[in-house]
């Protein structure tokens, strides 16, 4: 287990350790039952007091994370489980807990794709809206032309048509881009690492919005970056803070989803996006704009991309195609200018040496299409129909208690419960009945506000949609019900 101590970092010690613990626990990186370090062993792995160590298990064992026995040790708690099966013998693991690992979390992984029948925690698409039929054919055709595609491999830095193909499809976004400043990734999840792998180090300031997209959070705490947040409001980041913020602690990285923000689904204006980026000038800080589905809005078309007013480079942009065209594919681009393209060019060469020649041809017909256009209009009309009965539904079955804001786009809605719900059990309740979402708390990089969830409304059919936020309500009822009666603490 690695805990990454920052003793420049504004939190204690003893949270900085009590988070990490949480964190490894949340993504399964520790089992439950598991044996945790002694008190002194774990102060002198550290270097820090006892005193600090026992307050973090302290808080941990409060919060029903771990359990202390008198003579044994301090262990993982067994938290009721989502079935009632009897529970397999495991094989004497244990050992592996002494070999040291880099990974302070790893939540989005556990979060990403489960099997549960109605999946409201997945962020994709239903893989009945995406041109499946389609992209099947184009790839018959591909190889019945050209059957040595499958023995090339692509440039690093991705096949020049396809990179031509979204130098012009990022225009529409008015991004002044070329074909030579643009990196094919595998999917945007690994231009966010590249980014993080290339400038990010331990220590490093990394600003963050509060809550944000869980991945980006696994990936800079991994490079052991000292992460600072900005809340968001109904128009994005809070500039305000973010100035402040920035004037303290000078961040190399400012990390940011401008467009149907995840998972609040907030737009920033543009007057903010215009602000964000003269405060990356004035502190010379590079701008990560994550912009995994602006095409996907409901009423009006959203500002700009930050990138679209860039003209000294500090803003690299990131767009995934995966989700709206075609998920096992994972394509997404990067672009960006100067030595930093170049640098995180060469970064990519490290990782893999280019992403697969034949996901890239297979996209690229449709691409340049008049397809595109045509699918992506189906698609706003879909999901906006699906976003309006999930709200219908949470209006007509969702207790008075809980709040959300209407997302304008993108695939999910943000839900906030009463400050005394903790979401994690929740879902505990949820899976019960093969429901699933994303609590809240895996969004949040450092304070932990457990009273939120995530739901997806893109994923599922219509009839497993209207069942499965059915099914919540009546989870979010009963919880809210019991609170109330087992409490002396009036509520209004």
């Known amino acids: 287990m690695h805990i990454e101590i920052q003793r420049k970092s504004g939190t204690s010690l003893s949270k900085q350790i009590y988070q990490s613990i949480v964190d490894h626990i949340r993504s399964g990186l520790l089992l439950e039952g598991s044996q945790l370090p ?72 556990r979060f990403h794709y489960v099997s549960d029948e109605i999946q409201l925690s997945s962020s994709m698409i239903d893989p009945g809206l995406l041109p499946n039929r389609y992209l099947e054919q184009e790839i018959h055709k591909m190889l019945l032309e050209n059957p040595r595609i499958l ?53 490093d300031v990394v600003v963050m919005e509060s809550p944000t997209y869980p991945g980006a ?114 394509i997404g681009i990067l672009s960006a200018s ?18 697969p020649l034949l996901t890239q041809k297979s996209l690229l017909p449709f691409i340049t299409s008049k397809r595109m256009i045509d699918h992506l209009k189906k698609l706003r009309t879909a999901l906006k129909l699906r976003r309006d009965m999930a709200i219908d539904l949470l209006l007509q079955y969702g207790p008075e208690e809980i709040s959300w804001m209407i997302p304008n786009g993108g695939l999910n809605i943000w839900i906030s419960l009463p400050v005394w719900i903790d979401t994690n059990q929740l879902l505990i309740e949820a899976m019960k009945n093969h429901v699933t979402f994303l609590p809240g708390s895996a969004c949040y990089p450092v304070e932990q506000e457990k009273y939120h969830l995530r739901l997806s409304f893109s994923y599922m059919s219509e009839q ?29």
């Open 464 to 492: 497993q949609l209207q069942l499965g936020i059915r099914t919540l309500c009546n989870i979010f009822n009963a919880e809210i019900t019991s609170k109330k009666m087992n409490s002396d603490t009036p509520y209004f």
């Open 338 to 355: 100067g030595s930093v393209f170049n640098r995180l060019l060469a970064a990519k060469s490290n990782a893999d040496l280019g992403s």
């Open 151 to 203: 023995s090339q491999y692509s440039e690093i830095q991705g096949d020049l048509k396809l990179r031509e193909a979204m130098s012009q499809y990022l225009r529409q976004f008015e991004i002044p881009t070329t074909p030579d400043n643009i990196l094919i990734t595998n999917g945007s999840q690994q231009g966010l690492d590249l980014v993080a792998r290339t400038f990010v180090g331990p220590g």
């Open 38 to 109: 002694s008190v002194r062993e774990l102060s002198k792995e550290l270097g820090v007091s006892l005193v600090t160590v026992v307050k973090a298990y302290k808080e941990l064992e409060k919060n029903n994370f771990i359990t202390s026995i008198q003579g044994k040790g301090t262990f993982i708690k067994i938290k009721e489980t989502a079935t009632k099966e009897t529970k397999k013998e495991e094989p004497p693991f244990n050992w592996q807990l002494s070999i040291q690992d880099y990974l302070p979390r790893a939540q989005f992984s």
């Open 217 to 330: 959070i696994d990936i800079f705490r991994g490079r052991g970056a000292t992460i600072i947040t900005v809340p968001v409001d109904g128009d994005g980041m809070k500039v305000e803070i973010l100035q402040n913020l920035c004037d303290k602690y000078k961040p190399k990285i400012i990390y940011t989803i401008p467009t149907f923000q995840n998972p609040t689904g907030a737009v920033m204006s543009q007057k903010r996006r215009r602000k964000i980026l003269n405060i990356a000038k004035s502190i010379q800080s590079i701008i990560v704009e994550d912009d995994p589905w602006s095409e996907i809005y409901f009423d009006k078309k959203p500002p700009a991309p930050i990138k679209s007013m860039d003209h000294y480079g500090h803003v690299i942009y990131l767009k995934g195609l995966s989700k709206t065209l075609a998920p096992s594919c994972r």
